[in-house]
């Protein structure tokens, strides 16, 4: 399975942003697709995911209410919607793929596929 994640850039504060993975190699509705932020300096950390079942969808509480996720099975493409950048949001964003239980859907190491990273810079 490989990810291949896009759609970063350098925009100013309150501007949107979408991100696209594109899986390949197995159909995505076989897997919870979750975003995953790194900025310089900090640890990892959970943005949101989409789970597999049922499609219902998580947030971290910073983002809550700004971002979306969403998948298009037909395309094979998890989609991450940000709305009313900050700079705070600035990072390098991931998107993986996985099937984790109901309890690890914010673990980072739950999820076995990873993309390459894409790099979102907000500026204030």
């Known amino acids: 399975v490989q990810l291949q994640a896009s759609g970063g850039g350098l925009v100013q504060a309150g501007d949107s942003l979408r991100l696209s993975c594109v899986v390949s190699?197995?159909?995505?509705?076989?897997?919870?697709t979750a975003w995953f932020r790194q900025a310089p300096g900090k640890e990892r950390e959970f943005v949101a995911v989409?789970?597999?079942?049922?499609?219902?969808?998580y947030y971290a509480d910073s983002v809550k209410g700004r971002f979306t996720v969403s998948r298009d099975v037909a395309k094979n493409t998890a989609y991450l919607q940000m709305n009313s950048l900050k700079p705070e949001d600035t990072a390098v964003y991931y998107c993986?793929?996985?099937?984790?239980?109901?309890?690890?859907?914010?673990?980072?190491?739950?999820?076995?596929?990873w993309g390459q990273g894409t790099l979102v810079t907000v500026s204030s």
């Open positions: 993986a793929a996985g099937q984790p239980i109901l309890s690890s859907l914010r673990d980072y190491e739950a999820y076995g596929y």
């Open positions: 190699g197995r159909t995505l509705s076989d897997y919870a």
């Open positions: 989409g789970r597999r079942i049922g499609g219902r969808t």
